[in-house]
């Protein structure tokens, strides 16, 4: 089962991305790899909104494969990206956020970034 969508890389696009999953990935998955998926894809697309530079004009894509033992996720956008710290270690600062890339790497099997000529690339699967 593959489905994608987009959403506008707004300030409301991890609440979109959420509601979106619940709507469409309400009876397929595990509740554990359900909470992990969306999880996941929240902390990305709300790096994607914060650090993309792509502007509210811009969108966020979505793509999520479903196999019998691995569920697949990306998310695209046409931002400038990023070179992810080895191993990504969580802020300890006192403010808000700091551990999306942490978990990332945490709770995927795998994960990864890349760069082409339209843009960015983060995608990481989950074992089911």
């Known amino acids: ?13 991890p609440a979109r991305v959420r509601s979106e999953l619940r709507e469409r990935l309400h009876q397929t998955l595990d509740p554990s790899t359900a909470s992990d998926l969306e999880l996941l894809l ?3 697309v709300t790096n994607a909104v914060r650090y993309g530079g ?6 966020i894509g979505v793509r999520i ?14 931002g400038r990206g990023f070179v ?12 808000a956020g700091g551990f999306g890339l942490y978990l990332l790497d ?7 970034v890349e760069r082409n000529e339209t843009g960015f690339r983060v995608w990481f699967r989950l074992t089911r």
Do not use: H
């Not at 494969?65 to 046409?78: F, G, L």
């Not at 945490?106 to 994960?111: A, E, I, M, Q």
């Open 1 to 13: 089962m593959v489905f994608a969508f987009a959403v506008p890389a707004s300030a409301q696009a």
């Open 42 to 44: 929240s902390e990305v």
């Open 54 to 59: 792509t502007g509210s004009q811009a969108s």
């Open 65 to 78: 494969q479903i196999e019998s033992d691995m569920v697949s996720a990306q998310i695209t956008d046409s």
């Open 84 to 95: 992810p710290d080895e191993p990504p270690r969580p802020r300890i600062e006192r403010s």
């Open 106 to 112: 945490l709770l995927s099997t795998r994960w990864g």
